[in-house]
């Protein structure tokens, strides 16, 4: 008996879910057919796929090794099915760290649908999550605004991104450059450890503090945001929540002794088969963001003359 695409989709269920009955549910059979076509696969590849552990089934090494194949395999699988259709099967799985999600997926994606007349399956988590999603082959592609550390992830940059003091309009840095030690005496309210917003900000903002004084960690932009326009302290968060159509009306950019920029990447599997699908998203995704570029010149210039006439 050969394997068929039908164990292969069956396998990559079960290492998603780690779990029988979520498989089937997934794939829309009885547990039982999953259970037989796992056997099945195992028995004709020699080997065991999975490790049974209270209840969850983790990938064994072999399971490892199979993973990127069977995931390629059924990628290719979706580029011959739309070879003869203009339809999109909407198979991509795409993820994006939370300051990308809350500052800048809404512009794309609707320019995106624009232009390919189809939109990806897409998931906001922390850098934590969305590598572990990537992992294990749940997610094709991210984009994320932190490093990632894990060997087998590949990253490229895509659009830088400049971190600033953010405080309520009215507040008493807003006149001027403020200094390291009047912003060491203020309240600090930031993301929560282990983001990679708050990550930038130990390594490379808190360096030049004398004991920040964080009152608060928030898993939410929205609530943080919330927290200083009620006047409650200070964030460290991406200029873009500035140009946000709500937020920016109530915030203001505190200007600091330096300036803090960092690179938003794309991540996927150093394995992962590119599909056509994408290659689409992140080609429109690497001229969209040449575009982003060209606008917040533009917008920053305007800004300047407008300053310069006290408008």
């Known amino acids: 008996m050969s394997i068929t695409l039908r164990q292969l989709q069956v396998f990559l269920a079960i290492a998603r879910t780690e779990n029988l009955s979520a498989a089937a549910q997934v794939l829309c059979m009885s547990k039982s057919a999953v259970s037989q076509s796992l056997g099945e696969l195992e028995d004709r590849l020699g080997v065991t796929l999975f490790e049974r552990m209270r209840g969850r089934l983790l990938l064994s090494a072999e399971g490892r090794r199979l993973k990127p194949a069977a995931d390629e395999m059924m990628e290719r699988t ?5 070879l003869f259709t203009s339809k999109n099967l909407g198979q991509l799985r795409v993820a994006c760290t939370l300051s990308v999600g809350s500052f800048l997926l809404a512009d794309l994606l609707r320019d995106f649908q624009s232009r390919t007349g ?3 399956e897409v998931r906001i988590a922390n850098t934590a999550e969305v590598a572990e999603s990537l992992l294990n082959f749940s997610t094709d592609v991210a984009l994320i605004e932190g490093p990632v550390m894990n ?4 990253t490229e940059t895509w659009l830088s991104d400049e971190m600033v003091v953010v405080a309520p309009k009215g507040h008493r840095l807003l006149e001027g450059t403020a200094t390291w030690e009047q912003l060491s005496r203020e309240r600090w309210i930031l993301r929560e450890e ?12 808190a360096l030049k503090l004398n004991r920040p004084n964080i009152i608060a960690s928030v898993n ?4 943080i945001v919330g927290m200083v326009v009620n006047g409650m302290g200070l964030t460290f968060i991406s200029e873009r929540v500035l140009q946000d159509p709500f937020y920016g009306t109530h915030l203001r950019r505190v200007e600091c002794p330096e300036r803090f920029i960092r690179q938003l990447s794309f991540c996927l599997h150093r394995q992962k088969y590119q599909s056509t699908d994408m290659k689409t998203w992140m080609d429109f995704c690497r001229i969209w963001a040449q575009h982003r570029v060209e606008q917040d010149r533009e ?11 006290g408008f």
């Open 78 to 82: 979706e580029d011959i099915e739309s």
């Open 118 to 120: 189809w939109l990806p």
């Open 151 to 154: 060997l087998e992830l590949a």
């Open 194 to 205: 282990g983001s990679s917003t708050r990550v930038f900000f130990d390594a490379q903002f």
């Open 220 to 223: 939410s932009f929205e609530t």
């Open 299 to 309: 917008k920053a210039l305007e800004r300047e003359r407008a300053a310069a006439f």
